[in-house]
């Protein structure tokens, strides 16, 4: 990283396009992790030019069919930013771009396709079922083949949006109705009771960072509150855990990077079961969130590379990535 960080120094600024805000249910946070990410890039490296694609979408497209820049760093969360599609027209278009490509970034982004590729890869994940909106259920046998609680989660969002949890079948019922108010598939998933651990995965060929468990302190779990509310989680890195945990954990956080074929960066979530101390996959975010209270900065801070490293490194390799 050195030697590329040297370099630039003796060439003109790299040009930087920062998508940030969108459309999605997630769009305060990506606008809160665009403008830490703008606030902490160096300009004396780096010609930033901030989009917002809800304003301007038309903009950015002419933009990059005239190559004003020489990158896209998308600070997107969610649909239209996270889930593939931008990906895929920046292919389209030619633009180089941070992050993982079309097919990771959809994959990634459907909870039950991702679990599908961990679990044909050896790695155990919860059980599941899937409902479309137009899907008639019955709550009795959702709850006999589950068990309370039951977590219901829209298929395709992040950041918690949309999530929560039932502990009898009143709630899973509003959870279900509520839930499809975000997409028309939804993912009910059983309870594992445990710890919560994460693993950022950076590179390519990837190394994973150190893990982080996850304490929510003012919610029963990780939601929305919990993850963005000051003080709301109890965020440890690194993660007290045994040392074969924890060696395990990062294993398959790389083992799933690249089941699901992500680039540069990503974030795979656990649960290290109390009940049969097996790990279990939850999800695998191809855009981990970057504001001040984010997982994935804390933990690169603890492998030694302050948040104008990390992004230099994100950068450094996606450009490597893409034999720019």
């Known amino acids: 990283m050195k030697l590329y960080l040297k370099k630039i120094k003796n060439m003109p600024k790299l040009r930087i396009a920062l998508l940030m805000g969108g459309i999605s249910g997630e769009r305060k946070i990506s606008l809160k992790t665009g403008a ?3 606030t902490t890039l160096d300009k004396n490296k780096y010609e930033i030019c901030k989009y917002d694609p809800k304003h301007d979408l038309k903009i950015f497209i002419n933009d990059t069919l005239n190559k004003k820049f020489d ?4 600070a997107l969360h969610g649909p239209f930013g996270e889930d593939g599609r931008l990906q895929g027209m ?10 993982s490509g079309c097919l990771a970034s959809a994959l990634a982004m459907d909870k039950a ?32 083949k589950l068990s309370l609680p ?5 298929l395709l969002s992040g950041s918690s949006v949309g999530i929560s949890m039932a502990k009898n079948d009143k709630d899973l019922q509003k959870g279900i109705l509520n839930a499809f108010k975000f997409g028309n598939k939804i993912l009910l998933e059983e309870f594992i009771n445990g710890r919560e651990l994460t693993v950022p995965i950076i590179g390519n060929p990837p190394e994973s960072l150190p893990v982080i468990e996850i304490k929510p302190k003012i919610s029963q779990w990780f939601d929305y509150k919990a993850k963005y509310k000051k003080g709301g989680t109890e965020e440890i890195c690194p993660a007290h855990i045994p040392n074969n945990i924890k060696k395990e954990i990062q294993l398959l956080g790389i083992k799933i990077f690249k089941a699901v074929g992500c680039k540069d960066l990503a974030r795979a979530d656990f649960i290290w079961s109390k009940i049969d101390n097996k790990l279990y996959f939850l999800e695998i975010n191809t855009i981990p969130g970057m504001t001040d209270a984010s997982l994935t900065p804390q933990s690169a801070k603890v492998a030694g590379l302050d948040f104008g490293q990390f992004l230099d490194k994100l950068i450094e390799t996606a450009l490597n990535n893409k034999n720019v």
């Open 90 to 99: 920046l292919d389209m278009m030619g633009m180089p771009y941070v992050f």
């Open 36 to 38: 830490k990410i703008y």
């Open 71 to 74: 990158l896209v760093f998308p």
């Open 113 to 144: 396709k991702a679990k599908i590729i961990a679990r044909n890869s050896g790695i155990n994940v919860g059980r599941d079922i899937i409902l479309n909106n137009n899907d008639s259920y019955n709550i009795k046998k959702i709850i006999k």
């Open 150 to 154: 039951i977590f219901i989660k829209p």
